[in-house]
T-cell receptor, first 115, second 118 residues
Framework: DVKVTQSSRYLVKRTGEKVFLECVQD?????MFWYRQDPGLGLRLIYF???????EKGDIPEGYSVSREKKERFSLILESASTNQTSMYLC??????????????FGPGTRLTVL | AQKITQTQPGMFVQEKEAVTLDCTYD???????LFWYKQPSSGEMIFLIY??????QNATEGRYSLNFQKARKSANLVISASQLGDSAMYFC???????????????FGQGTELSVKP
């Protein structure tokens, strides 16, 4: 069974802390994505990666960075967490082909609260 | 500009009845794909159905069907014979040529929360 896992389901951090969100997929997918989900806004793309050590900014990259040292692992980093980064974070992966019917598989999400 | 609009924040349906969730999209590309995902309270996004812009027939997957009206730029999800387990948030999403240049990202609508009443 295909799987995308995220390191934490719930996380509480303090303003200014450095936060790491980890995502691992076991499908040998080339593409990996980090989305942020907020009520009334749907999901918005933060960063994506199409290969090891490659990363590209999405629509809302400010305040975030990413790391992909291995194909199966994609990390989202909040260098200095702020209260406006309180949100649900969803990781996804897909095959290398970028168009058409190329389903994205999602992890269970991490609900991050920054106090 | 790329955009997905879901105008129904919340909907109720009686168990065993059919329900339609609305989705309209905006893209200047001729080639694009439309997806529906279900998100239960557990949080995980579950893929339901896909429609390609060149597909002549409406997509169907079990109790799910997609009412694709290209000229109106709408891609409504129809769930037949609703079940209590269908209670969830539903998202419409699109991938087009601009998305292609961003790793094949999906552009999501705001979501519709469906509640199925016994």
């Amino acid at each position: 069974d295909v799987k995308v896992t995220q390191s934490s389901r719930y996380l509480v951090k303090r303003t200014g802390e450095k936060v790491f969100l980890e995502c691992v997929q076991d499908m040998d997918h080339e593409n990996m994505f980090w989305y942020r989900q907020d009520p009334g806004l749907g999901l918005r793309l933060i960063y994506f990666s199409y290969d090891v050590k490659m990363k590209e900014k999405g629509d809302i990259p400010e305040g975030y960075s990413v790391s992909r040292e291995k194909k199966e692992r994609f990390s989202l980093i909040l260098e200095s967490a702020s209260t406006n980064q309180t949100s649900m974070y969803l990781c996804a992966s897909s095959r290398g082909y970028r168009g058409g019917y190329n389903e994205q598989f999602f992890g269970p999400g991490t609900r991050l609260t920054v106090l | 500009a790329q955009k997905i609009t879901q105008t129904q924040p919340g909907m109720f349906v009686q168990e065993k009845e059919a329900v339609t969730l609305d989705c309209t999209y905006d893209t200047s590309d001729q080639s694009y794909g439309l997806f529906w995902y279900k998100q239960p309270s557990s949080g995980e996004m579950i893929f339901l159905i896909y429609q390609g812009s060149y597909d002549e027939q409406n997509a169907t997957e079990g109790r799910y069907s997609l009412n694709f009206q290209k000229a109106r730029k709408s891609a409504n999800l129809v769930i037949s014979a609703s079940q209590l387990g269908d209670s969830a948030m539903y998202f419409c999403a699109m991938r087009d040529g601009v998305s292609y240049n961003q790793g094949g990202k999906l552009i999501f609508g705001q979501g519709t929360e469906l509640s199925v009443k016994p």
